[in-house]
């Protein structure tokens, strides 16, 4: 089992740039593949961005794609989200999840895909 833990969270101007971190602990952390997804108040937990074990294969919803990076550390035990050129609609918590990868790797888009999940940071972008 794996546990997550978020930060970097917080208030940020239109236009500008966070950079989400996602602190992993317990099992080893190079087996899972890792995902960001967010949850805007009222509406459904979204799928952000995926990445492999080995951080070789990346995919992005099309809300985000272009603004946002995800990238991990295996050595120490860390994924983030870059998040450039935020809008006021990029507001919402964003949670990390992780899910076992086998190595027949396949972007899980879907909650259901991820067993584990951190607590979420909040993120909101002032107009």
């Known amino acids: 089992q794996v546990q997550l833990v978020e930060s970097g969270g917080g208030l940020v101007q239109t236009g500008g740039s966070l950079r989400l971190s996602c602190a992993a602990s317990g099992r080893t952390f190079s087996i899972y593949a890792m995902g960001w997804f967010r949850q805007a108040p009222g509406k459904e937990r979204d799928f952000v961005a995926t990445?492999?074990?080995?951080?070789?294969?990346?995919y992005y919803a099309d809300a985000v794609n272009g603004r946002f990076t995800i990238s991990r550390d295996n050595a120490k035990n860390t994924v983030s989200l870059q998040m450039n050129s935020l809008q006021p609609e990029d507001t919402a918590v964003y949670y990390c999840?992780?899910?076992?990868?086998?190595?027949?790797?396949?972007?899980?888009?879907?909650?259901?895909?991820?067993?584990?999940w951190g607590q979420g940071t909040q993120v909101t972008v002032s107009s």
């Open positions: 999840a992780a899910h076992f990868d086998s190595g027949n790797y396949y972007p899980r888009k879907t909650q259901s895909g991820y067993p584990y």
């Open positions: 990445i492999n074990w080995s951080g070789s294969i990346t």
